[in-house]
């Protein structure tokens, strides 16, 4: 719904509006987005080509690259749907009241329907919705004249009371975690509390230092920190014992190397555990303020050298690991014709007569999932910054620019293709069991983790190295070329949070497919389903095959199951989702194809959430760094 706005501001070619009204949190508006898409690519082929050549000069893109100028993207004027409307930030904070009003039990500590890694990327976006809105604060204090600093300084209260509301669950969910459980499944499972904790000492570093910065500090005879600062020692400390657990899952007698998903089958070498491994360790490396916590690594009471050794901020140890772990994955032969990354690798017969059969990544599983093309853009922006090597952002771009094509994205509305086209259709991002409706409780915050980690990939290159002698700063021509490449992006991210809002129901609740059409039935949303790739196995969304490439171990035992109530997606013990069919009669008459599987569910609302902060991030970062 547009807001009716008194002042107009126009900034950065967006328009933005401050609606004075007591209820509402300022949102930041763009009224057409017709208007991003024809004026986010460059104005001409000329402005392409300075780019091109700056981009050839400093190493960017390789030279044996092609630099094709970006087609014109006419006929907007004559686009046969209207115009969408977003107040971005006020979806934003609706996605996030609804996350953790409807989802969200603060005497529990934790998102109740979810299963534990799932509750772990909810608590990361949780996190990431925290820094957007510590972000806003700025927005809300570059006010007009015609407004009083009494009325803007009572809507930053506004919204800090928001960030204290959240922050404060955060907390609950440190404690309502369900840690010791977590620490008994697969590896990528433990990787995604690595990530969500580092995400939230993150954003207890922003909020402190823009809110309690060292000049107030060194003002005051007495420390000055924001209360949030006493738990990040605990959520460092949670950091590192996943960090620590996951990495006994590195292998280097199968394949040369690389993470297996899960110790309680077969070794299978997938795409999301190594990228969860690049990720964590990259973000240790950087982000990681150090530990001195012993527990739960004391094995002994007898001596003190028994002690495991503290870990120092910036260590080394997590860059090399992180720049290892990559050279492998990159090399491995994981990404198929499109350029995107498909599951993962079995090790041709592994466990006959108790052998490790070939012991080579050589039977792909030609799956792909969305959230496997967006883990490694945060791990590569990360090995960026470790390491100055601008290659990395060279194939986190490409990765980008394949998935946009992959989900037929041409940028003018006619000229879209609307069949699969790999990964989505009509521009709009998709996972295979979206228009079957059978999405698993994994797969349904998938697209959510992509767009987490391509704001995260797409955040501006520093001026200045966050920590001298161990990381490093952007050059002048670095920092355009990367910053006009997200620019670029925008258009496609608007076309998909705009999809993504389209499926709320009247609870304000998200749906899981985005690109449906409201006015098919069940049997046309069915003739739409793509096949899978030839050679691919969705294990994501059926149960594990007990065959000679999936075989399970005693390992892989797992009290939970013993419910009927209960059965397994990828040994991630879930709910047994409803019917494959329509859950409610009454709904089916509109034929709202979100309300079919598992219907709309906290996975869902997170990746809402996620795609209405990517698009805030992006008209955020690019307002204050045109």
């Known amino acids: 719904m547009a807001l009716v706005c008194n002042y107009p501001m126009i900034l950065a070619r967006f328009v933005f509006w401050i609606c004075a009204t007591p209820l509402a949190v300022h949102a930041l508006a763009i009224a057409d987005p017709r208007t991003l898409l024809a004026e986010w690519p460059f104005r001409s082929f000329s402005a392409y080509a300075d780019r091109a050549q700056i981009a050839q000069h400093h190493g960017f893109l390789g030279l044996h690259e092609t630099v094709a100028p970006p087609s014109p993207t006419p006929g907007y004027e004559n686009a046969p749907d209207p115009a969408p409307t977003f107040n971005i930030f006020e979806d934003l904070h609706g996605a996030l009241e609804v996350l953790q009003t409807r989802f969200f039990e603060v005497w529990l500590g934790t998102w109740p329907d979810a299963i534990d890694w799932t509750a772990a990327v909810m608590g990361t976006h949780l996190s990431g919705g925290l820094i957007s809105l510590t972000r806003s604060l700025e927005f809300l204090q570059a006010r007009p004249t015609t407004i009083t600093s009494e009325y803007m300084s009572s809507r930053a209260q506004a919204v800090e009371n928001e960030i204290n509301k959240y922050f404060s669950q955060s907390v609950a969910y440190y404690f309502g975690e369900n840690a010791f459980a977590i620490r008994t499944q697969a590896y990528d499972d433990m990787l995604w509390v690595v990530l969500g904790w580092l995400e939230s000492v993150k954003f207890i570093d922003l909020h402190g230092h823009r809110h309690f910065p060292e000049t107030l500090r060194a003002a005051s005879t007495e420390p000055i920190l924001w209360y949030g600062d006493q738990f990040k020692s ?107 990354y498909v599951d993962g690798f079995h090790i041709n017969g592994w466990g006959k007569n108790a052998s490790i059969g070939t012991g080579e990544c050589d039977v792909r599983n030609e799956m792909v999932y969305t ?79 992509f767009f987490h980690h391509l704001t995260l990939f797409c955040e501006p290159l520093p001026r200045e190295a966050m920590v001298p002698g161990k990381t490093y700063s952007a ?38 497919w985005w690109g449906h059409g409201k006015a098919d039935g069940p049997s046309e949303m069915l003739s739409n389903a793509p096949l899978p790739p030839t050679g691919a196995e969705d294990y994501r969304n059926t149960v594990i095959p007990l065959d000679n490439e999936w075989q399970r171990t005693n390992a892989s035992t797992n009290s939970e199951s013993s419910s009927r109530d209960w059965e397994f997606h990828g040994l991630h013990c879930e709910r047994a989702p409803p019917p494959r069919a329509w859950i409610n009669p009454v709904i089916t008459t509109d034929n709202d194809a979100n309300d079919r599987g598992r219907g709309r569910t906290a996975e869902t609302q997170g990746s809402g959430v996620a795609v209405t902060r990517a698009l805030w991030e992006f008209v955020h970062t690019f307002r204050h760094n045109a």
């Open 234 to 340: 605990s959520f460092a400390h949670r950091a590192r014992i996943f960090y620590e657990l996951a990495s006994k899952g590195w292998d280097e007698r199968l394949c040369g190397g690389g993470m297996v998903w899960n110790p309680g089958l077969a070794p299978y070498k997938n795409a999301i555990t190594n990228e969860l491994f690049i990720a964590a360790a990259v973000g240790m490396y950087l982000y990681f303020p150090g530990d001195q916590n012993n527990s739960p690594f004391l094995r002994s009471v007898s001596t003190s050298a028994d002690h495991t050794t503290p870990v120092e901020p910036h260590d080394d140890k997590f860059l090399t690991t992180a720049v290892k772990a990559y050279s492998w994955l990159s090399s491995i032969n994981m990404t198929n014709e499109q350029g995107l």
């Open 475 to 512: 050059s002048p021509a670095e920092r355009l070329l990367h910053a006009q490449s997200c620019r670029e992006y925008v258009p496609w991210i608007a076309h998909n949070a705009d999809a993504a809002l389209k499926t709320r129901n009247i609870d304000g609740v998200f749906g899981m």
């Open 371 to 449: 959230y496997n093309q967006g883990v490694i853009l945060s791990g590569l922006r990360g090995l960026w910054e470790g390491t100055g090597n601008i290659s990395y952002l060279e194939d986190g771009h490409r990765l980008v620019r394949n998935v946009i094509a992959a989900t037929g994205w041409s940028g003018a509305a006619t000229l879209r293709s609307g069949g699969w086209s790999g990964l989505g259709r009509n521009g709009t991002l998709e996972d295979y069991c979206d228009s079957k409706g059978d999405c698993s409780q994994d797969s349904q915050g998938f697209k959510g983790i």
